[in-house]
T-cell receptor
Framework: NAGVTQTPKFQVLKTGQSMTLQCAQD?????MYWYRQDPGMGLRLIYY???????DKGEVPNGYNVSRLNKREFSLRLESAAPSQTSVYFC???????????FGPGTRLTVT | QQQVKQSPQSLIVQKGGISIINCAYE??????FPWYQQFPGKGPALLIA?????SEKKEGRFTISFNKSAKQFSLHIMDSQPGDSATYFC????????????FGGGTRLMVKP
């Protein structure tokens, strides 16, 4: 099992550009999450998906959109990147009936 | 408004010493309190977790102490080792509300040989 995988690992964007961060899990988990990590602020939830076909906003959803493509994949899209979106982005997944979330290796995004 | 406050931001401990990281929360609906460990360039990984019906949980050298009335919980690392050097995050969630984790700000631990 690869667990949770994320692509790309690194990305540099110019202000106003768009991109999609990809996440996939092979653990047959129902729930998937997107977090951003900033120094001193821990991880903050952007969006989550409780199951295929459903998505909900988290703490910091502005400037982002998500798609739960199927049970395995959950993507995060930045339509018009801003320097404030410079961060490390983590995807996570969780099995129903369990509280533990499994995290991917992260995508380091820089917006100039 | 940060619902989970973590301290200290950084911690230096000698090998063999005890590392202590503290967290305080505000939302009394939280019912799951995990600690995550993160090494540089990696995603966080669950270290140990506790539910509010117990006051302490121990797994090897790692212990969570939980004080429900004070709304505080802490991580104790006994006999700290250089391999424990990492960033530690406390978190909290509500079991029947999507288990969305609210994280503390993190503590960077360095264990000196």
């Amino acid at each position: 099992n690869a667990g949770v995988t994320q692509t790309p690992k690194f990305q540099v964007l110019k202000t106003g550009q768009s991109m999609t961060l990809q996440c996939a899990q092979d653990m047959n988990h129902n729930s998937m999450y997107w977090y951003r990590q900033d120094p001193g602020m821990g991880l903050r939830l952007i969006y989550y998906s409780a199951s295929e076909g459903t998505t909900d906003k988290g703490e910091v959803p502005n400037g982002y959109n998500v798609s739960r493509l199927n049970k395995r994949e959950f993507s995060l899209r930045l339509e018009s990147a801003a320097p404030s979106q410079t961060s490390v982005y983590f995807c996570a997944s969780r099995s129903p009936g369990q509280a533990v979330q499994y995290f991917g290796p992260g995508t380091r995004l820089t917006v100039t | 408004q940060q619902q989970v406050k973590q301290s200290p931001q950084s911690l230096i401990v000698q090998k063999g010493g005890i590392s202590i990281i503290n967290c305080a929360y505000e939302n009394t609906a939280f019912d799951y309190f995990p600690w995550y460990q993160q090494f540089p360039g990696k995603g966080p990984a669950l270290l140990i977790a506790i539910r509010p019906d117990v006051s302490e949980k121990k797994e090897g050298r790692f212990t969570i102490s939980f004080n429900k009335s004070a709304k505080q919980f802490s991580l104790h690392i006994m006999d700290s080792q250089p391999g424990d050097s990492a960033t530690y995050f406390c978190a909290a969630s509500i079991n029947n509300a999507g288990n969305m984790l609210t994280f503390g700000g993190g503590t960077r631990l360095m264990v000196k040989p």
